[in-house]
């Protein structure tokens, strides 16, 4: 009697993983089925997003999904406990480390050139949403903004009434970008916004002031006097002799304590304009928000310029760049912001020894 033979076992996928042998892991820790799944809807939606903004670089969107934890732990084999266990392997290891770094500042380098709008990992989770359009036709949680090319400097006379009145990107002799975030999670939460310097060439932020709108709400910065290390204002203080006559941003803020008046000439009325001082080198401002409920908008507008009338607004700024970034993240969230921030500072003392060509 012939035997029967016996049919091979098929494991299915599903399986496998309950076995762990595909188990996918993020920062050394496993996924349940439901996070992989997410990650994987959520890369899909970065890469269509980008690529609809004219962005196709695979870098570009691996650092961006790296940035929301939008990624998965590469597979490892025997190598890296050799590398751990054997001092020149140690070795080897710190240099490939530092190669991998260097291959990440020029990423970050390259995307310096734009202005970008950046949720945190954790407002992602929570369900925050960004759109350069009140409708939300397009949310996402990264913005970008081309930059203002080969502009002039110009006075803050020259900005428009109606400066924040338009959606998106709206650049001039001036960069302008305004954009929105809502609230599209389940909780009331705080959550927090810094706006940060990340390049700046010739030193061009000396002369780089900043129109922030809030909600309607408008705050003007400027980086102290580079010469006399106190708060810019123009005219300077002490100097009553000229102004700006019927300065039309006035409108926007009439009871703002940044706008003095000078004189009053008939129907003319003279001002001072006093910006607040960067906060710190790399740092323009920072805002927070208290009891965002479900499905709450707020609106943000961001101008930058060059200020003509600023005493370091020099020649020696032509041809120099800045870069701009605004950050949202939970009020939550400070911790491990404050350990980011000493990582990017460390190893910006790196790169501080190292010359590019």
């Known amino acids: 009697m012939a035997k029967s033979k016996e049919k091979p076992l ?23 089925k439901d996070e992989v799944k997410a990650i994987k809807a959520g890369r899909k939606k970065l890469r269509k997003e980008m690529k609809a903004r004219g962005i196709k670089s695979r870098r570009e969107f691996e650092l961006t999904a790296g940035t929301l934890g939008l990624y998965f732990d590469r597979k490892g084999g ?16 710190f240099l490939a480390a530092l190669l991998f770094v260097l291959f990440i500042f020029s990423t970050v380098q390259y995307m310096r050139g734009k202005y970008t709008i950046n949720l945190s990992e954790e407002m992602f989770k929570e369900g925050f949403t960004l ?27 020259h900005i428009p009434l109606d400066v924040d009145e338009i959606d998106g990107e709206h650049n001039d002799t001036y960069f302008a970008y305004t954009y929105y975030i809502r609230n599209e999670g389940e909780n009331t939460v705080d959550y927090k916004w810094s706006l940060d310097l990340t390049a700046d060439s010739l030193n061009t932020s000396e002369a780089l002031w900043v129109l922030l709108f809030e909600d309607g709400d ?33 409108e926007l803020a009439p009871d703002s304590d940044q706008f003095e008046v000078i004189a009053q000439q008939g129907r003319r009325t003279f001002y001072r304009v006093i910006p607040d001082a960067f906060l710190s080198e790399a740092k323009v401002a920072e805002g927070e928000k208290k009891a965002v409920e479900p499905q709450e908008i707020h609106k943000y507008t961001v101008v930058l310029y060059l200020e003509g009338d600023d005493p370091d607004a020099t020649d020696e700024l032509i041809g120099g760049h800045a870069g701009v970034e605004m950050r949202f993240r939970l009020d939550s969230e ?11 500072s460390f190893i910006e003392r790196i790169f501080d020894g190292l010359k590019f060509k």
């Open 78 to 93: 025997a190598l890296l406990p050799w590398l751990f266990s054997h001092w020149l392997g140690s070795l080897i290891g």
């Open 131 to 157: 759109s350069d359009s009140i409708e939300f036709i397009s949310p996402t949680t990264q913005l970008f903004a081309n930059p203002a090319e080969e502009v002039p400097c110009i006075s803050i006379s």
């Open 10 to 32: 098929k494991i299915t996928r599903e399986e496998r993983e309950q076995r762990g042998l595909f188990k996918k892991k993020r920062a050394g820790a496993e996924l349940s």
């Open 218 to 250: 408008l705050r003007i910065y400027a980086k102290e006097n580079h010469t006399t290390g106190k708060k810019e204002a123009l005219p300077e203080f002490g100097d009553n002799t000229r102004g700006y006559g019927n300065l039309e941003l006035v």
């Open 334 to 344: 400070n911790e491990r912001i404050e350990e980011d921030g000493f990582l990017k």
